[in-house]
């Protein structure tokens, strides 16, 4: 196995836009990333073997023998956008103003701009905004020699991947497209469909298995935990599966549903597509049909919801099926009774209020969730973590102890978080939540800052278990866990690949999924071996019937010259030194230099949880207005960084960001490693310097004080300067003119010094 700091004499082909000792070389990788230099890729490989790596090492090839083309990567959320942002600046030699972000958040006018400006040649985008960019032409993919779709395994139907696609390769020269996911389904028809979608010509997959892989692989240990229902569970669903019957039978015998046999092996899609049916037939019916075709439709719809209550009370517990009894009848009533008729008829239905009469009396849990309790006890032993303080530096570091166990429990449902998360408190368990942003049935979801606060406190160790939903199982940046327990089975296997990777990245891990036994749990877990294995088998056949893309022009190597990346590391060392010396000032209470040089990850780059932060915008924002406003009165000696930082009080992570939104937006230079000065202050504006001070502000006039001895009138056309400077009583230089208007003594100012 190879170092953490393999270096490129081991592989002589790797790019010189990489930098070598920032990155694990794996044989693996190295292959797959040429394979995809010249067609179109779809890579699959399970979480935690290096996706990132090999797109960074595929558009390290591209950005450096493509010199005036640019490189494009998409990302689902705006968190994943960031965290690959920051990946890729760590590892590769680009400069500061040659990357940026894209997402909703970014205006349609910063967009226009950063497209056209191809200075910038590396984008991390949200997938919405380009296509939204490409519908209204402020975007044209021409300009790219590569584009690469994250999480490709949602390139289906409709989603946008698909139209940036189609964009690509209608307007490209040489389109070029590398595609990654961890799994893109089990069903050829879905994987077919998703090469289809991104023009894929080959695919790159690797399982734990293969002999490249597995010794960068660490055990995971897979348990199935199997329960019994207790007999009260037992007869509430046995109330709902009765009265679901016999809506499945009603259905069955009018033709609706197709599925023949054992009514219990009917499921969601079974009536998902029943009720399609029922609703094109509505389209094209007569008049006097429609009545017993809606009367169908309330029978598929009240199927469908004592369907769900089956699975909540067999795989949830009471607390999510009240919870969600609840939820409609609240529906009902803010409607005004038009909630639903189905959901209406089944609220009076005698048998579901008895079920809600036991629910709020029944104080018996899911047997799942004292076996988690258990699990936990045993697996975790929580201690508040300890603070250590560097006596040299005085700074504090928060140490995770050695029996301090992470893990994360999974479950579909919010509600079901939200209990577990209540009942593991207050068995001496410390856990929190982390669910999506959206609003859900009553419930306000998550902010980014509110998400970020959560997974830092996790990193810090101050909570033991992370409480999850789906939002954890794609792509983010969630701390290194020691256990993942799956508080249901999950039929999806593209699902159970991503929470399993959650686990066994560095060390090895442990899984653990919590099943009911006879209930739709053995259903799922069943479901998922058999997809995950038919994957493996579906993707060589896939792969043997993929094609070429024919391609009437190919792009004409243009290689960027040593002196050009001499040029960028050049910069990036002096960002590293001044962003270095900011930091031991922080430190130490003293400037002070780094004894040695850091590799450039660390770079303290902007944490992507932190990034998004209106506050934290707000704070930057802030700083950088009143950077400037320094700035403009030191005219142009400028000022130290330190002394900036004393000053103003600026908290280190955003002063750091304030300046590089200044250097970014050129309103300021750098005149050595620890002083900057104002852009405009160093340009030479002829005219002599005059001491102004302030005496009085009228309405679009100023009248000022010139050296101590001349009254003026300062017009505000004549005034290239902060508005802050002009209040009564303050004084400052500048490059100024004095000429007459009339009988009136005027001065122009145009340069304050």
Known sequence: MFTPHQHSDSYPNISPLIYTESIEFRAYQKNIAESAYNKNTLVILPTALGKTVIAIMVSAHALYNYRHKRVLVTAPTRPLVVQHMKSFFSVLKISQDQVTEITGKTQPLPRTAIWNNKDIRLIFATPEVVRNDLQDNRLNLNDFSLLIFDEAHRAVKDYAYTAIANRCVSQSEHPMILALTASPGSDTTRIQEVCNSLFIEHIEYRTEEDVDVKPYVNPIDVNWQWVNLTSEYNYIRSILRNMLDDKLRWLIQHGLLRKKGDIRWIFKRDLIDAGAEIRYSLELSQEELRASLYFALMQQSSALTLLYCVELIESQGSYSLKAFLDRIENEHSIFGGGGGKAHRSLLNDPRIKEIRTLLGTLRIEHPKLNCLIEILKEKTSWQPPLIQTDSTTSSNTVVKGNDNIKAIVFTQYRDTAQHIVDILNSNGIKASRFVGQAKKEGDAGMKQEEQAQVLESFRRGEFSVLVATSIAEEGLDIPEVDLVIFYEPIPSEIRYIQRRGRTGRRSSGSVIILAAKDTIDEHHLNASKRRIERMNRTLGTVNSILKPMERTTSFIPDPMTADEISSIEASRTKLETRMEKIVQTQRTGTPSMASERLVPQSIPLLDSDQFYTTQFVRDVNNAARKIHSLLIKKGRSGEDVDIIRETLGFDNMILIEALKKLEKLKR???????????????????????????????????????????????????????????KKGTEFKAVSELYRDGKTFCVRIKQIV
């Not at 502000?697 to 009248?703: N, Y």
């Open 668 to 726: 300021i230079q750098w005149l050595d490693d620890a002083t900057i000065v104002l852009s405009d202050n160093l340009k030479n504006v002829p005219g002599e310097v005059h001491d102004i001070y302030i005496e009085k502000i009228l309405s679009g006039t100023t009248l000022v004080m010139i050296d101590g001895k001349w009254h003026a009138r300062l017009n505000h056309y004549d005034y290239e300067g902060p508005r802050h400077l002009l």
